[in-house]
């Protein structure tokens, strides 16, 4: 027999079509262990990296060894933020669902291609299917649908270019977008994108509950039409980064229904909690929105990356991202879901989404919110109000900050918390708001229990 042409190694380098692939079993088990070895690491070392000693060792000539390689992924690992540490308070980066991260795995071994149809069958129908479940579940109806995307900015970038295309509004330089000016900062990043800039950001005030302030809105909105301002769309935030509030979803869909303007709401963080029936104020209505952003990464944790864009009504995605492709075979009455946003190849992550949601169950989501709304509740109770001002509004994020600083005493005295919480294992979150610096805490994390946020207080009761 003459010998392979191209190959010799190739139960090394990829998995066999044949036999019992016992070498990636081996090396399957051992990541599983190394990986669940570094989660208990986190009992006694904090959510922040255990080690500052992490060398990015490039490929070299020849490939390294497996063991090589293990010990680089575990100093990998200890160098890293471990969100399933309980003190990981922070941002908006909860501990990864188990079945999200087998989710990832079977993803990652399938390496399909959610470009085309005939890339990923399965998947394809998978991810048209899970977004019109939320799509329904939120209450649009049946020419609803959605794409899913890397996350929030991606899917709100998705959804402002339909709105323009939907408008007829191409590059025209007169665009302008609303938000509210509590709208996270990645909306400047679309505009750019869009070929516009700062100033087609109209940004409304808030009212003292960081909503977005109608007759700031209707005031804008006709000093926009007077400056011949084409608007592409309103944009309604359900909860705002630093405080979670929730703009007034029925008023602003009104004025949009009224003048006829693409309506979105950017649900990043709150749009998760509209599909299950926990009773949040001002969750309701979004079923008027033309678009919303649900980003399910954010709270219950599916593992990163995972956001969905529903649509009220598909066609608006493919009239505006269809191009065609041309070396791609079509099914018919299947558009390959390459055509419906930004992106081309994407990887297979719904299927974590899926599995995700699968194995919690509607009341699996929702004993998730309710616990993460029920630890802001009660470190609201129980923390000092005489000495600390709150913003927080209906989700499970608060900022806090003493009455007494002044804006400039801000930088230094947050800076100081966060450090020293940061001994004891806590990590808060930092963020600058309307001229001052604030502690944010949010309480998205499922391994938080009632001992640790007693702990929590008492170290910033304390601390004064
Ligand atoms: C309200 C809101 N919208 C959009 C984003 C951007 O999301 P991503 O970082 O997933 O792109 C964030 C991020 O925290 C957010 O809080």
Redesign the pocket.
Known sequence: MTEDLFNNKKDIYFPSYLGTNDNLITLLNRTSQTLCDWFSKADKNGPLPFDDNFKCIMPEEDGSSAEDLFSEIESLLNNSFNPVHPGSLA??DPPPLIFSILGDLIAAGLNNNLLAYELSPSVSLLEDSLCKWFAKKIGFNDSSGGIVA???????LNALIAARNNAGLSSNPNSVLLVSED??S??IKCMKIMGLDAKNLVKIKTDNQGRMDINNLRKSLDRCLTENKKILAIVA?????VRGAIDPIKDISKICKDRNIWFHI?????GIFAVTSLPIEGLNNINKANSI?I?P??IIGIT??S?LLLVSNMSTLKNTFSTGLPYISAKKNIINRGELGIQGSRPAEVIKLWLGLRFLGLKGIEEILRSSIKRKEFFIKNICKNTFELYSGPLHIVSFLPKTLSPEETEFWTQEKVNELMKNNFMLSRPQFKGKYYLRAVMGNYNTDESHIIKLLNLLNDYL
Request: net charge positive; hydrophobic share 20%; no cysteine.
């Open positions: 941002h908006l890397s996350g929030g900015t991606l899917s709100n709208a996270h990645s909306f935030t359900l909860g705002t980064t950017d649900g990043s963080i709150g952003t980003n990464q954010k990163k990356t956001s």
